[in-house]
C-alpha cells in the first residue's frame, strides 16, 4: 500500500487533535464539529461510489434515508436492539444500492446522476405514501433511540465513527482496487480490454459506498433522535454532500473529509450574516472559485504547497 | 473437465473463425469470413482502409457482437462470453487508436492490465512492481519514462505502451492492430524484435499492418480482406501477387 512514515505522523497528530477538541472548543462548536463528521462521512461514500468511477450520485440521500429508515422504524416500531437494527440497515442499505447498477450498466454522465436523482425523489414519495404509521409520513419521527446523551458524547461517537470509516476507505482505496476503479473513470472501455469486469467493480463500488451511507445514515438517525423527511431527501442536501467532496478533491477519501468540515465551518460562520438560503449562494461562489484555482480540490493545492516545499527543502 | 480441456486444445486450432457476419446497418463490414490460425503461427491480415479488419478483431474480443457465425478459441465457442471472460481465455488486442489511463502513468497503465479479476485479490496482494518494470522495458520504454503520463507520450510510446498492457494481461493468442503506426524505424525494429521473441516462444499472432515491409518478416501467411470479404489466403508472397490483391489494396491493376 506503499504506507510512509509521514502517512502515520498525520494521521496520529490529527487523531490526537480531534480526540482533544472537547478541552479546546465550546460545546456549541462541538455541534457543529459533529454535524462536520457525518457530512465527512457522507462526502466520503459519495467519494467511494462517484469520486473515481465517474458514475455521479445525486441520489445519496437515497441510500442514507435507507439506512436511517430502516432502523428507526426496527427500534422504534418493533423494539429491536440498536446493536441489531444498525447491521440490518446497513445490509438494506447496500442491497438498495444495487439499484444503482441498472442505469449503470448502460448510461454514463448526466444521465446516471438524473436516474439517481430520481430514486431520491421516488422514496421520499414511498416513505409518505406507503405504511405512514411506520414512516410518520411527512411529518417523519421523533423520540427514536439514542445512543449518546450530550455534546461530547455525541462528538466522540460521531468521530470514532468518522475516523473508521475514513481510516479505512482511505486503506482500500490505497490497494489495486482502487487502481482499478479510477481507470474506470478514465476510459472503462480499456478496463474491459484489460480482462477487468467493469461491472462487477462498480458493483463493488456502489456496494462499499452504500455500506458507508447505510452506516452514516443509521448512527445519523440515533444521534439526531429523530428524522425529517423533507430535509433528508433535500436537493440541497445533495449538494452539501457533493460540494464537500469536490472541494476537499474527490478520489482522494482525505479531501472530501477535509471538505466537510471546510463546507460545515463556512455556512456556519454565514449563518449570522445570512441566516437564510443566500448562504448556499455564497458557498456556491466560493466552491467555484476554488473549482477554478484548482479542480482537484484543496487536496491538490495543499499536497502541490507540501511538494513545493519539499523540492525547496532538498534543492 | 481438467484432462478433457487439454485433450482439446492440443486437437484444435488456438484461433478459428467460420462464416462471420457483421452489418452495421446496410453496410456488410464482415462478410461471411472463415479461417483459422494455427498453434504458434503468426498470421497477417490485409487490406485497404475500411476493409473490416479492426472489426474482426472487435468480434473477437467481444466488443462487437457478429449476426451469425462462430469464434472459437481453442476449441471453444466463445460469441457468447463477456469480453473479460474470453481475456480470461487468453486472447488480448491492441487498439489501433490507443486507449491508455490517462491520468496514470506508464507502470499504473500496466497495472490494470495485470491485474487479476477478481476484487479480493486486488486488494489482498499488492502490485508485482518487478514484472511492471520487465514489460514496460520489453516494449522499449527506458527507466525515465516510468512515471510519464500518457500525455508526455509520443505516438510510439502510446503504441508500445498499447502492446505492454496487452501483453500483461498473459495472452496465448495476441491481435496486433496496426503497432507500427507513427512509430520510428528505431521503434519499429524494436517491437518486430519483441514480436520475433514472443513467436520463438510460441505465441499466436494475428497482425493487422498498413506497414507491409515491417509486417512480412514477421508473419507465416497472409490473409486479404476487401470490403469484408476474404479475397486471398496464403504465402505472404503469394497472397501479394494476388491480382484481386493487387487492385484492391495496392490501388495497382
Ligand atoms: N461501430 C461502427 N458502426 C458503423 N460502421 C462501422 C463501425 N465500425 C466500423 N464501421 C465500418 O465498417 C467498415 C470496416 O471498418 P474497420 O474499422 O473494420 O476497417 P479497417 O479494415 O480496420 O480499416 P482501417 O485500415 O482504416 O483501420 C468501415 O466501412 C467502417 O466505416
Ligand atoms: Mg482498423
Known sequence: ?315 | MGTIAIGEKRMSHPLEITNLVKRFGGLTATDDISFHVEQGQSVGLIGPNGAGKTTIFSLIMGELRQNSGTIRLYGEDIGGLSTPARIKRGVSRTYQVPRPFGEMSVVENIRVGLMPDSIWKMITQGPDREREIELALSVGFSENDLNRRPDELSMGDLRKLEMARTMATDPSVMLLDEVFAGLTKGEIAQIGELIQQMRRDGMTFLIVSHDLKALEPLIDSAIAINYGSKIAEGDYADVISDPDVRSSYLGVA
Do not use: C
Open chain 1, 1 to 315: 500500500m506503499g504506507l510512509r512514515w509521514y502517512h502515520f505522523a498525520l494521521w496520529a497528530g490529527f487523531i490526537i487533535l480531534m480526540y482533544a477538541m472537547p478541552d479546546l472548543v465550546s460545546k456549541g462548536t462541538l455541534r457543529t464539529f459533529i454535524f462536520a463528521n457525518f457530512l465527512a462521512i457522507f462526502a466520503i461514500s459519495w467519494d467511494v461510489l462517484s469520486g473515481r468511477t465517474g458514475y455521479i450520485s445525486f441520489g445519496h440521500p437515497f441510500l442514507i434515508g435507507i439506512g436511517a429508515y430502516t432502523t428507526a422504524i426496527l427500534t422504534k416500531r418493533f423494539d429491536v436492539a440498536i446493536e441489531i437494527s444498525i447491521p440490518i440497515a446497513v445490509v438494506v442499505t447496500m442491497i438498495g444500492s444495487t439499484l444503482f447498477i441498472l442505469p449503470a450498466l448502460r448510461i454514463r454522465g448526466s444521465y446516471f446522476a438524473l436516474v439517481t436523482l430520481a430514486f431520491m425523489e421516488l422514496i421520499y414519495q414511498l416513505v409518505q405514501v406507503i405504511r405512514p404509521d411506520l414512516t410518520g409520513g411527512t411529518r417523519g419521527m421523533s423520540g427514536i433511540e439514542t445512543l449518546t446523551r450530550g455534546a461530547v458524547n455525541g462528538y466522540y461517537m460521531s468521530l470514532s465513527l468518522m475516523l473508521a470509516v475514513a481510516i479505512s476507505m482511505w486503506l482500500l482505496m490505497r490497494t489495486r482496487v482502487g487502481t482499478a476503479l479510477s481507470a474506470i473513470g478514465m476510459n472503462e472501455d480499456s478496463v474491459q480490454g484489460s480482462g477487468l469486469s467493469t461491472t462487477r467493480l462498480k458493483l463493488f463500488a456502489f456496494l462499499t459506498g452504500a455500506f458507508v451511507a447505510g452506516l452514516g445514515g443509521a448512527f445519523y438517525v440515533h444521534y439526531l433522535g429523530s428524522i425529517a423527511p423533507r430535509a433528508l431527501f433535500d436537493i440541497n442536501f445533495v449538494f452539501t454532500i457533493i460540494v464537500a467532496a469536490l472541494i476537499g478533491g474527490s478520489s482522494t477519501i482525505i479531501g472530501p473529509m477535509v471538505g466537510a468540515f471546510f463546507l460545515t465551518y463556512l455556512l456556519e460562520y454565514l449563518r449570522p450574516f445570512l441566516p437564510g438560503a443566500e448562504r448556499y449562494f455564497i458557498y456556491g461562489g466560493i466552491a467555484l472559485i476554488i473549482y477554478i484555482y484548482q479542480p482537484k480540490g484543496i487536496y491538490a493545492v495543499v499536497m502541490q504547497a507540501w511538494e513545493r516545499l519539499r523540492s525547496g527543502k532538498s534543492a
